[in-house]
């Protein structure tokens, strides 16, 4: 079993920035991608960032050019930086990772969330 373990988030003012952070623990396992997903309050969770092991990074259009995924593979961590924050980034963030297991068997893990908040 593998568990995701965030921290990072909180309440920041409109055109602050905060950094997520995710790390992956367990064993027997390999990380092909991680990512992070939103879901603010009455709406549905979208993708915001996902980065593979190879670096290939994928943004959601409403954060590009503000938001920054990054890994570090020794760790099996990503970090999200959110720069130049709105209000309706105020969210639930969630870090997902895409996993193989000793077998090559393909498996996914969900963190808890962690709370963003935007105050205008």
């Known amino acids: 079993q593998v568990q995701l373990v965030e921290s990072g988030g909180g309440l920041v003012q409109a055109g602050g920035s905060l950094r997520l952070s995710c790390a992956a623990s367990g064993s027997h396992f390999s990380v092909n991608a991680m990512g992070w997903y939103r879901r603010a309050p009455g709406k549905q969770r979208e993708l915001v960032a996902t980065?593979?092991?190879?670096?290939?990074?994928n943004y959601a259009d409403s954060v590009k050019g503000r938001f920054t995924i990054s890994s570090d593979n020794a760790k099996n961590t990503v970090y999200l930086q959110m720069n130049r924050l709105k209000p309706e980034d105020t969210a639930v963030y969630s870090c997902?990772?895409?996993?193989?297991?000793?077998?090559?068997?393909?498996?996914?893990?969900w963190g808890q969330g962690i709370q963003v908040i935007v105050s205008s």
């Open positions: 980065i593979t092991r190879g670096g290939s990074t």
């Open positions: 997902n990772a895409d996993l193989a297991d000793i077998l090559g068997v393909d498996f996914e893990s």
